[in-house]
């Protein structure tokens, strides 16, 4: 039996942007579940518990909750993402939004490190860092961002303000990509299946080497399921280290049409984030990027994010116990 799919796959994953224009992935929230939000923050707020401390019995979804467990079926079964809006966040100051924002994640998974600092829940903005710095993670930047997947199950993203122009989200189904590959260049689909270096733009913990190795593709066949973990620039990047295998012209050919494929408008979808959108993606079957922006110039008017990554409350069988613990914390973050 082969390591992995010679046929094209055809599974809910495996969609096409060009062809997802009834936003049927949009789920607005009602008034009864934002009423149920407000309660769960306010009693969760009560508590005195700092955010890592707190768990989903602190966050009660009696209205919400039901919608919550859908969600987590079509991220795991269905197209792998969805978008929901309507969190009025002119509402609460930063911290009940944190608090809002976390608790509704509970419900999805356990929050995990996003970064050798530890940090649980993640700003995506410009904080005027060098993006030439490769100890310097791009979203803190207003640079575009390629398209690649983060160490979690899944990834989820609040708008609390968008930018003044661009900043424009974008996915692709990764299962289409594999399908765009293997109907393009077959003879560049073993690769997939090997390691590639990946840099760990210095947040190694001591005596680790300064890159990891992981194949790009991940085959669970019992379950019929394509697993995918690709940062191109990461993959470039680890070039700089001596001891990091070399990339061969084979390679470099396949991350070229990863970014090909994933960079046509006929395949990717784009999302215009609102104040009080989340875009909750599957890491393991979505890629995502981002469009350069141009910021306000006034501090509080500027773009800002939240961001978490979540292990599944329900395991995904496609996931990678190592990817989906998140980064591991440096032993000085977590002491």
């Known amino acids: 039996m082969s390591g992995y799919p010679t046929e094209l796959l055809r599974v809910p994953a495996a969609w096409v942007g060009s062809e997802l224009a009834d936003r049927d992935w949009v789920r607005p929230l009602e008034k009864p579940e934002l009423d149920d939000l407000e309660r769960a923050t306010r009693l969760a707020r009560a508590s005195g518990k700092p955010l890592r401390a707190l768990t989903r ?3 009660p979804l009696p209205v919400l909750g039901p919608a919550v467990d859908g969600w987590l079926r ?5 197209r792998g993402f969805l978008l929901v809006r309507g969190i009025p966040v002119e509402r609460y100051d930063e911290d009940e939004l944190a608090t809002l924002y976390y608790g509704l994640g509970l419900h999805l998974g356990t929050a995990v490190s ?6 649980l829940l993640g700003h995506v903005r410009d904080t005027g860092a060098d993006p030439k710095n490769p100890a310097v993670r791009l979203y803190k930047t207003r640079e575009p961002l390629g398209f690649h997947c983060d160490g979690s199950d899944i990834v989820g993203l609040l708008c609390v303000r968008p930018a003044r122009s661009g900043g424009t989200s974008r996915i692709v189904s990764s299962v289409t990509v594999y399908n765009e590959v293997l109907r393009r260049r077959p003879d560049l689909v073993p690769l997939l299946f090997e390691p590639f270096a990946f840099d760990r733009n210095e947040e190694q913990r001591p005596g680790e080497p300064p890159f ?4 790009l593709c991940h085959w669970h066949a019992k379950e019929g399921r394509l697993r995918t973990f690709y940062i191109g620039w990461y993959i470039r990047g680890a070039q700089r280290h001596p001891h990091a295998p070399r990339l061969t012209s084979a390679q470099h050919e396949l991350l070229d049409l990863i970014d090909a494929i994933a960079e046509d408008p006929a395949y990717h979808l784009d999302m215009d984030f609102r104040p009080g959108d989340i875009q909750w993606l599957k890491n393991a079957v979505i890629l995502h990027a981002r469009t350069v922006y141009e910021d306000h110039p006034e501090p509080a008017r500027r773009r800002h994010l939240l961001r978490l990554w979540l ?7 496609d996931g990678d116990a190592v990817l989906r613990s998140g980064i591991p914390p440096r032993e000085e973050a977590t002491a």
């Open 114 to 119: 996003q970064n050798a600092a530890g940090d």
């Open 57 to 59: 019995d602190d966050f």
């Open 212 to 215: 990891f190795q992981l194949p």
């Open 311 to 317: 292990t599944a409350r329900t395991p995904f069988a």
């Open 74 to 78: 079509e991220l795991d079964r269905g």
